[in-house]
């Protein structure tokens, strides 16, 4: 089952930053905190990864508390291609190991 | 970018006909699954495989279900005799032995 828990829905209006929560409350020592996302029909995409540092890419960044029981991505200025469901995921980066996903929060981009 | 495609995009079928879903995985990745999504459902894990033998499966993946690497680019699901709630996406996933996994575009697998 997955260990993460993330809002069913969130609105977001074009051009504004999103701000996803994830509460993983339960995350051990050694697990990493993933993101991805899946566009309608499409196949889940990768987004960004980290342990307990903040971390930023090109598409988000990844704030992590400092007791790592939560973490926050931040899509800077949201686009209407943003529209997705994002997938909160707490893995050891093993070999590996499968992903687990959970129902994870579906983001509304509002022109 | 190099990226992980799937063929057939949609494969229609009646039940209890064979189907071989294929998946061409990222060059230079070891590591290859497969996932399926039930129409409204999560994604759910099938089965792990790595050095030409499988390293996890799942319950979902019983005795119809057998994956191959027939040569070194493609990657391969069977579902020996479908059933109608082997109807769903399948998606192919590689990675190299560490971070992320990359994603296909999934096949649409319809039994009727």
């Known amino acids: 089952d997955a260990k993460t828990t993330q809002p069913t829905s969130m609105d977001c209006a074009e051009g504004r930053a999103a701000n996803l929560p994830c509460n993983h409350s339960?995350?051990?020592?050694?697990?990493?905190v993933y993101w991805y996302r899946q566009i309608h029909s499409q196949g889940p995409q990768y987004i960004i990864h980290?342990?307990?540092n903040n971390e930023t890419n090109e598409m988000a960044s990844l704030i992590i508390t400092e007791d790592r029981k939560s973490s926050t991505l931040i899509l800077p200025h949201a686009t209407l291609r943003d529209t997705a469901v994002y997938y909160c995921i707490v893995r050891v980066a093993n070999r590996d190991d499968k992903i687990i996903f959970g129902k994870g929060t579906r983001l509304h981009i509002l022109p | 970018e190099p990226e992980v495609t799937q063929t057939p995009s949609h494969q229609v079928t009646q039940m209890g006909q064979e189907v071989i879903l294929r998946c061409v995985p990222i060059?230079?990745?070891?590591?290859f699954y497969w996932y399926r999504q039930i129409l409204g459902q999560k994604v759910e894990f099938l089965v792990s495989?790595?050095?030409?033998?499988?390293?996890?499966k799942s319950e979902i993946f019983d005795d119809q279900f057998s994956v191959e690497r027939p040569d070194g680019s493609n990657f391969t699901l069977k579902i020996r005799s479908t059933k109608l709630e082997d109807s769903a996406m399948y998606f192919c996933?590689?990675?190299?032995?560490?971070?992320?996994?990359?994603f296909g575009p999934g096949t649409r697998l319809t039994v009727l």
């Open positions: 495989f790595y050095n030409n033998e499988i390293s996890e």
């Open positions: 060059s230079n990745h070891l590591y």
């Open positions: 996933a590689s990675h190299r032995g560490f971070n992320e996994q990359f």
């Open positions: 980290g342990l307990k």
């Open positions: 339960t995350i051990s020592g050694n697990e990493y």
